[in-house]
């Protein structure tokens, strides 16, 4: 339960407001008129235990934390600690935001505003999911059920592809076994004994008859560079004759020693480039023959040149002649080589398929015995023809070995499908199964939250319209839309309508409170302060009592409740002791001004008032009398009505002298209480106690409450003031006995025997007036 | 009506809930629970986690695509 609340510089708490509540009190009722600051104190609860103020949302301000300081203060200024049995908290802003200390242990708070109540019904079918979503929320689970309604789909889709690869697959291989023939009962079991054949023998095969057209070719390739090496060395030899016999014509043609002058003529060549037109020979000096002599030198190295050409031409067409010859001996040998390969594979065991002609094999077996060029070029001239139908049996090798692999893929791609296809045959109904059950469990759990709720929101609504036939009330999830929450109810004659087309605002109220309360009782009520702030209001007359017993009943489940109000009528019933006061904690608040900010008042109840005025010294007997005359008629206009005493009611209001008449004698008589005294030890004892003599003494001395009480009275003078604290004793005394202060007055008759109130602590009899 | 009913989020309570049912229904085997719950109530159990534990179940080998369970 909560101890105290001091608020600071929020809201209306322009100075510091101190709200002690009373021990052992559950219910604290807070009254005010309008403006007094009543919000205030619910704001502040909701700011230290939230960190929010939900009475400035909904009016178009945008972010309110501008507007929580008390005018003139800032958000700095607010201080709100809320102590409670379990720990003390203050909250304060830190930085923009409001933090409260310590920031674990703070109780929930559920706060409801008079303008939420009808909001609740007429709000947007979201609006109201959004409140009941702390309940029902499970749309983490609904993800993982959304994987496994796509695995379903997925699985199906690959089911229904795996089918038909399958019969793809099946017309593949049967098209095969058409090719084939169509051997055997079906393409399939062909295809398998197919499958049996041993393709690595048919490899080893080919490779063997490759290697073979591989050696095959080596020869004919080396017989060709034989035959081009043959054509090059004849061609060579002609040259080389024909560069000779021009050699032999230019030595034949120039002097012995031409060799030993050259470099004599070359000299005198560079002599004469430096020093031309000589005039006399740089040898001989003589100048007989000076002049042509550098034409001479020229003429006569030119001949030379032709003689050094010539010889040069010989030497390199000897020295191709000799390349020429020593390549095609390299052939040769390379020719010699190749036969030698192709007549060992010759003599190599074949396939069994594959026959060498005997001419062929007989040639290998001679070159192989000689070695021979000549044999060498024969196996090369029979190998040809053999080496053509080889390749073409090879190549059919080749093509068996390609179809076998795509027949066996076609084979694997089939079984793989069909196992597929099979697996999915069992795992698709066990995932649509298991789909089935999630849903079931799942709708199941939302519908038994929704039928708790509905359940209790119609228990809590027959309490305040007993009797109406209102109670079956719905909450419906629609399936159609994401988070969307339906109220439904009953009416006469129609089932399943939404209450706005049929209820009354009043009846809307209360069933928007009822829906709230049934959320609010749901969410950790042990830990929760339930705050309603002002949403019982005079609209609600008819079923105001039956709301404030409701709202007493279902504060218990509560760690506290705060009420605020300004409806008067619940004042005067805490005041007159017509409810449970027991739990309750009343506090009014006057009204407010910016000076002095929220200011608590005292308020007694009348009875307690009477009794302060009766222990005064000296007691005063107006104030008494007056008192006690107000509480009187209280009393007497109650037992009146419960008795249905006859009484003029018609004009205005009965007073005592129309009240106190009308309890007749033999009610008087029959008029009895048993009353429950709990002594200091808990123990309790009950008394029966008569109250006709209580009212046939307060009809003896009832005139002193108009003489002292009520009017200006020359009477009183001749009165003893005696008569008027007898009269205001009395009536405490009636007063006493007939009713508990903390439980209320014996109004119930649910017993059929008499009257009692909530806790039986009196019990009022008879149950009827006698006749 | 004095107790709360949300000691447990409803997420986790109907997960809880569908796995003790499934696993009841012999659509789950029971060793998979304490894997399968976390990423059923926070909305991570993929398609192919369902498919491993179905499979599971089934007594067939589950393989193939990466799973969370």
């Known amino acids: 339960m909560l101890k105290k609340l001091e608020v600071e510089a929020l809201r209306g708490a322009t100075k510091k407001f101190v709200l002690p509540f009373e021990h052992g009190k559950r219910i604290t009722i807070v009254y005010g008129e309008n403006g007094a600051g009543k919000s205030t104190i619910c704001d502040a609860i909701e700011f230290v235990c939230q960190g929010t103020i939900s009475s400035l949302d909904d009016r178009g301000l945008g972010r309110t934390e501008g507007y929580w300081p008390s005018t003139g203060k800032t958000q700095n200024d607010i201080v709100v600690a809320i102590e409670a049995s379990n720990g003390t908290w203050v909250g304060k802003f830190v930085g923009a935001k409001p933090k409260s200390s310590p920031s674990t242990g703070l109780p929930f708070v559920q706060v409801l505003r008079r303008g939420k109540v009808l909001n609740f019904i007429a709000s947007q079918p979201k609006n109201r999911y959004d409140a009941i979503s702390p309940f029902i929320d499970i749309s983490q689970i609904e993800l993982s059920e959304a994987s496994l309604r796509r695995l379903l789909e997925t699985e199906q889709r690959n089911r229904e592809t795996a089918i038909t690869r399958v019969t793809e697959n099946l017309a593949a291989v049967e098209n095969f076994w058409k090719q084939a023939g169509s051997p055997g009962d079906d393409g399939l079991s062909w295809a398998q004994i197919e499958l049996t054949k041993d393709v690595a023998a048919i490899k080893a095969d080919v490779a063997k008859m490759e290697d073979l057209v591989r050696v095959m070719e080596n020869l004919a390739r080396a017989k060709g560079n034989v035959d081009t090496a043959a054509a090059q060395v004849s061609t060579a030899q002609q040259t080389y004759d024909a560069a000779h016999n021009k050699a032999e014509t230019a030595r034949l043609s120039s002097p012995e020693q031409i060799a030993e002058i050259v470099p004599i003529l070359e000299a005198a060549q560079a002599y004469f480039h430096s020093h031309s037109n000589p005039t006399e020979c740089p040898l001989c000096t003589s100048k007989e023959f000076a002049p042509g002599l550098t034409d001479k030198v020229t003429q006569q190295l030119s001949s030379v040149r032709i003689f050094r050409e010539a010889v040069e031409q010989e030497r390199t067409s000897i020295q191709s002649l000799i390349f020429a010859k020593q390549s095609a001996e390299s052939q040769k040998a390379a020719l010699l080589t190749a036969a030698k390969d192709t007549a060992e594979r010759l003599q190599e065991t074949m396939p069994s398929d594959i026959t060498v002609p005997p001419a062929l094999l007989e040639s290998a077996q001679a070159f192989a015995a000689t070695s021979s060029l000549e044999f060498a070029e024969r196996l090369k001239n029979l190998s040809d023809t053999f080496g053509t139908s080889l390749k073409t049996n090879l190549d059919k090798r080749k093509e068996s070995i390609g179809f076998l692999d795509t027949l066996k893929r076609a084979v694997a791609m089939h079984d793989e499908n069909l196992t597929v296809a099979t697996d999915l045959a069992k795992l698709i109904p066990r995932i649509s199964t298991t789909l089935d059950e999630v849903e079931i469990v799942r709708r199941g759990f939302v519908d038994t939250i929704l039928g708790k709720i509905s359940t209790r929101v119609g228990t809590l609504y027959e309490t305040i319209h007993p009797g109406e036939g209102l109670n079956k009330i719905s909450l419906l999830l629609d399936p159609a839309k994401r988070a969307s929450l339906d109220v439904r109810s009953s009416f006469p004659g129609t089932t399943g309508a939404p209450p706005p087309a049929y209820f009354s605002d009043s009846h809307l109220d209360t069933l928007g409170l009822c829906i709230w309360l049934a959320l609010a009782e749901m969410r950790d009520p042990g830990n929760t302060i339930l705050v309603l702030d002002d949403i019982v209001t005079s609209a609600d007359e008819p079923h105001v009592e039956r709301i404030i017993e409701l709202l007493y009943e279902i504060s218990e489940s509560f760690k506290h409740c705060v009420f605020t109000t300004h409806y008067q009528a619940w004042r005067a019933k805490y005041r007159w002791g017509w409810i449970k006061n027991g739990e309750c904690h009343f506090v009014e608040l006057l009204k407010w001004e910016h000076a002095t900010g929220l200011q608590l008042v005292g308020s007694l109840p009348p009875i307690e008032e009477l009794r302060d005025l009766l222990g005064k010294n000296p007691p005063s007997p107006q104030q008494v009398c007056a008192s006690a005359g107000v509480t009187?008629?209280?009393?007497?206009?109650?037992?009146?009505?419960?008795?249905?005493?006859?009484?003029?009611?018609?004009?205005?209001?009965?007073?005592?002298?129309?009240?106190?008449?009308?309890?007749?004698?033999?009610?008087?008589?029959?008029?009895?209480?048993?009353?429950?005294?709990?002594?200091?030890?808990?123990?309790?004892?009950?008394?029966?106690?008569?109250?006709?003599?209580?009212?046939?003494?307060?009809?003896?001395?009832?005139?002193?409450?108009?003489?002292?009480?009520?009017?200006?009275?020359?009477?009183?003078?001749?009165?003893?003031?005696?008569?008027?604290?007898?009269?205001?004793?009395?009536?405490?005394?009636?007063?006493?006995?007939?009713?508990?202060?903390?439980?209320?007055w014996p109004r119930s008759d649910k017993s059929g025997n008499d009257w009692a109130n909530a806790k039986k602590t009196r019990i009022l009899h008879p149950l009827k007036q006698p006749s | 009506m004095t107790s709360s009913i949300l000691d447990k989020t409803p997420s986790k309570l109907l997960g809880e809930t569908i796995v003790s049912h499934l696993i009841k229904k012999g659509l789950l085997d029971s060793a998979d629970a304490q894997k399968i719950t976390p990423h059923l109530v926070g909305g991570t159990l993929k398609e192919a986690d369902w498919k491993l534990v179905l499979e599971k179940s089934l007594g067939m080998t589950g393989g193939g695509e990466k799973s969370n369970a």
């Open chain 1, 632 to 744: 009187l008629e209280a009393i007497l206009d109650f037992i009146t009505l419960l008795y249905e005493c006859s009484v003029p009611r018609r004009k205005s209001n009965p007073t005592l002298g129309d009240l106190l008449p009308s309890i007749k004698a033999k009610l008087r008589v029959a008029l009895k209480v048993d009353r429950q005294n709990i002594a200091a030890d808990g123990t309790t004892t009950t008394v029966t106690i008569p109250l006709g003599p209580l009212l046939d003494e307060l009809e003896r001395i009832a005139q002193a409450r108009n003489v002292f009480g009520c009017h200006f009275n020359q009477i009183a003078q001749h009165l003893p003031e005696t008569d008027a604290i007898q009269f205001a004793t009395v009536t405490l005394e009636l007063a006493d006995n007939l009713i508990d202060p903390q439980v209320g």
